[in-house]
């Protein structure tokens, strides 16, 4: 069955950085565009970052341009999330997703607090 398992998640103090990651299983991982999304308490799920099946295209929400970076290993069934420079407004759940199949992994904890 479809597997998206995120880690990587944890407590980190303002400026600092974290790297996310979601292994996939059960589909054609290096078939599919991949997405990471995220939910801070009482607000709605907002979309994060995106890359193609081969990762030569990727897109940005613009609360986290330049201080995120999307990326893959098609040989590893994993799609990446390097956050640097976190703020406390990117505390939140965050989830990978194939989002055309609706598959979604359960999130990772990301705390931004000193």
């Known amino acids: 069955q479809v597997q998206l398992v995120e880690s990587g998640g944890g407590l980190v103090q303002p400026g600092g950085s974290l790297r996310l990651s979601c292994v996939a299983s059960?589909?054609?991982?290096?078939?599919?565009?991949m997405s990471w999304y995220r939910q801070s308490l009482g607000k709605e799920r907002e979309l994060v970052a995106t890359i193609s099946s081969s990762g030569s295209a990727t897109t940005y929400a613009d609360s986290v341009k330049d201080r995120f970076t999307i990326s893959r290993d098609n040989a590893k069934n994993t799609v990446y999330l390097q956050m640097n420079s976190l703020k406390p407004e990117d505390t939140a759940v965050y989830y990978c997703?194939?989002?055309?199949?609706?598959?979604w992994g359960r999130g990772t904890q990301v705390t931004v607090s000193s």
């Open positions: 997703c194939v989002i055309v199949r609706g598959y």
């Open positions: 059960g589909f054609t991982f290096s078939l599919a565009r």
